[in-house]
């Protein structure tokens, strides 16, 4: 048990992630777009999933194009790596619906989960020590949810299916997502003030 979490801590240490400062200045950048947004708001989550408020989906599409674009030439100039995950269907499966239930009970995703809680909401801290143990749990007995999650059907990406093309590819890909979100047309129903009847 202990050499498995070792294991986890030690491979994550030898990742070439940059420095520090780096990954600091990224973060804060996150940060405040998040903060801009206010994308970490419960109204603004609870507005996405009902159709009611479309910040949510433009800031992603818009944050998906611009990081497709900008980290696969970073890979390609050397300063920065991926590393794709395998594709397993029951995995992807059972983890987009756990995503989905926690998202919809939290309000939150793990990436506005730390500004929330940064923020003082008690509620989110909770969900994300239980996010914690939960890793946990799935980390000491991955052998067993292993053989749940089915066989790997090995790593792919979007690039692999144009060999020559690659470049192309990722800037057309990245921009059309870019497009999509400017003109996907911006609704906010709800603001701070609707949070309490939104509950209700």
């Not at 777009?33 to 609870?46: C, G, M, P």
């Not at 995503?99 to 909770?126: N, Q, W, Y």
Request: hydrophobic fraction near 50%; glycine fraction near 12%.
């Amino acid at each position: 048990m202990f050499d498995r979490i070792l294991n986890m801590f030690t491979t994550v240490a030898n990742e070439t992630h940059g420095s520090v400062l780096v990954v600091f200045l990224i973060g804060l950048f996150f940060g405040v777009l998040i903060q801009y947004s206010r994308v970490d708001k419960f109204e603004k989550i609870a507005g996405f999933a009902m159709l009611r408020d479309t910040v949510v989906p433009k800031m992603l599409f818009l944050a998906i194009g611009l990081a497709s674009i900008g980290l696969y030439f970073m890979v390609e100039a050397g300063v920065a790596s991926y590393h794709p995950k395998p594709i397993i269907l029951g995995g992807l499966i059972i983890g987009g619906t756990l995503f989905g239930i926690s998202m919809a009970i939290l309000g939150k995703c793990p990436g506005t989960g730390p500004v929330s809680i940064a923020e003082g909401r008690i509620d989110v801290l909770v969900g994300a020590i239980g996010g914690v143990f939960g890793g946990l749990v799935f980390t000491l007995y991955y052998d067993f949810f292993k053989k749940i999650m089915g066989e790997s059907l090995g790593k792919t990406t979007l690039v692999s299916y144009f060999h020559g093309h690659e470049n192309l590819v990722v800037l057309v890909f990245g921009i059309f997502l870019i497009v999509v979100s400017i003109i996907i047309p911006l609704r906010q129903e709800f603001d701070d003030v609707d949070l309490e009847q939104l509950k209700e």
